[in-house]
């Protein structure tokens, strides 16, 4: 088997490829679409060859200025092959870590095979945690809720916001905070979170950082968006300030900023397991309408 990254010629074959519906991320459309703005790009597409057919393919993704891919959106396998399972994490190999495999689907699919196969790829080449999002929607049907009356949001520099994520990556329950203390360290993680969020194409300016009545830090919030439109970016809460329902004025804050620059729909992410935060979007109004499946 070759694996080998896309050429020109091979774009009308690929998106014979992308034809049938699956758990795919990828389309035809968001494929040409992603292709011409640089999200999906040759270098991050992946084929396997087995003589002079196509057997497989891997679509990654990554921010259109990023250098490297980040998530990947798409396994297809030749319906002649088997078991896609080995060719699958083969074409998974081909790229670095660290990245990620992202399936959007509902909980009531969570165990179908076409994506209980795809888990099992991704942890034969080295994606071996698995970890279930809850996928949150707030609406302008909605009322916005209620903004903060004991807390007071101002900016702050890349420094001051590598101090806050340092700090509140103290005792956190979300799963990639926890990956990369044990990868790198806490420090070193924040200074990647900080860039991260930079490269997302929410305006820098929006992030704030919580202060309350005696001036002291109780967190950070940051509105966001990515491809698909307005998002929660990031919210926390220093680890002395816990407790106290301060992630609530955090999310009325970044809804409020994201509703008044014309935001009619705001999604965001949690882990299963962060079951303060998913309580904390029930709480103010966001919906839970789908489910995010990471290999990582």
Known sequence: MLYRTMVETDL?????????????TTTRERFVAYLESGGYRPAWTWLAVDGESVAGLAVWWGFPDGDKPLALDCLWAAPAVADPVPLWAGLIRQVPPPVEYHIFTQPS??????????????????????????????????????????LTFRPGSDEDFADAFEQISVGSLDVATLEGLARVGARAQA???????????????RWRLAFDSSDALVGCALPSANAGGPVVGYLGVLPSRRGRGYAGDLLAEITWMLAETGATTIRADTDSTNTPMAATFDRLGYRRFALRVVAS
């Open 12 to 24: 009308d074959l690929i998106l014979t490829c992308l034809t049938e519906p699956s758990v795919n």
């Open 109 to 150: 699919r969570r165990d179908d095979p076409e994506i209980t196969t795809r888990l099992a790829a991704a942890a034969e080449a080295g994606l071996t945690t698995v970890t279930e999002r809850f996928r949150y929607e707030w609406t302008s049907a909605q009322p916005r809720p209620e903004r903060s009356a004991r």
């Open 191 to 205: 200074l990647e979170d900080v860039e991260f969020y930079k490269s997302m194409p929410g305006p820098r300016d």
